[in-house]
């Protein structure tokens, strides 16, 4: 003999067999009431969805958000390196951003060291004798070196005298203008937030250091008076 229900149980249709009636008295769930309560009850036991965090705690950003080189987002307002990009989990904090007035104390600082020695320079006239030290190279060799006319060509420069300038010390006038293309880069740089990094590699300083022999060599030769100071 079949066991009677309980009153109260509830009965699911799939439990009878098709043509078969409800006893009735008995509620009745629908597939998809049950299917709906058999998720719920799953859901519940399997606990609740993980969601990635943040490397410091909280809820992670869409997919599309920005993730440290090693993997995982970046929280919002994160620290970056001055250059961009996210600073990695464990990674070392990039140095705190300095204000535009301490950016420029080390440009303005140079460019102010130089202005005040060519205003000396041009002050006192090095084609009087007795105000610099004679060259050494030249008081006991008679050898000119790459320097030698220096002094006259930067007096010569700053009250605009070029030809002059250059007839004193020809590499010196080209050396001004480098360094005047170099401060304003170095400027530009500063404004933008961006470091100055000035790296010349070893090909470049035995350049340099050809140009200068050769300027030497030529200017001692009797084909190069123009050159001598």
Do not use: K
């Not at 600082?109 to 060259?135: I, M, S």
């Not at 060799?141 to 030698?148: A, L, Q």
């Not at 001004?176 to 530009?188: E, H, K, P, R």
Request: with cysteine; aromatic share 8%; charged share 10%.
């Amino acid at each position: 003999m079949d066991p009677q229900p309980t009153a109260g149980a509830v009965t699911d249709p799939s439990s009878t067999r098709p043509g078969e009636p409800v006893p009735p008295g008995e509620p009745v769930l629908h597939p998809d009431e049950t299917s709906g309560q058999d998720s719920t009850a799953r859901a519940d036991a399997a606990g609740p969805p993980h969601t990635p965090a943040w490397p410091r705690g909280g809820p992670a950003t869409p997919p599309h958000a920005p993730a440290w080189p090693g993997g995982g987002p970046v929280p919002p307002g994160g620290p970056v390196w001055p250059g961009g990009g996210p600073v990695p989990p464990g990674g070392p904090l990039p140095p705190p951003a300095r204000s535009l007035a301490r950016r420029l104390l080390a440009p303005v600082a140079t460019l102010a060291g130089v202005a005040a020695a060519f205003a000396y320079v041009g002050t006192v006239d090095p084609n009087e004798p007795g105000h610099y030290p004679v060259c050494p190279l030249l008081r006991f060799t008679g050898v000119y070196c790459p320097g030698c006319g220096g002094l006259r060509s930067a007096h010569a420069f700053v009250h605009g005298d070029l030809p002059t300038a250059l007839g004193a010390n020809a590499l010196a006038v080209v050396g001004y203008g480098l360094f005047g293309a170099l401060m304003a880069l170095w400027l530009i740089r500063v404004l933008r937030g961006v470091p100055m990094r000035l790296a010349i590699s070893p090909v470049w300083w035995w350049g340099i250091g050809a140009v200068l022999a050769l300027f030497t060599l030529v200017r001692n030769l009797p084909f190069g008076s123009a050159l001598a100071p």
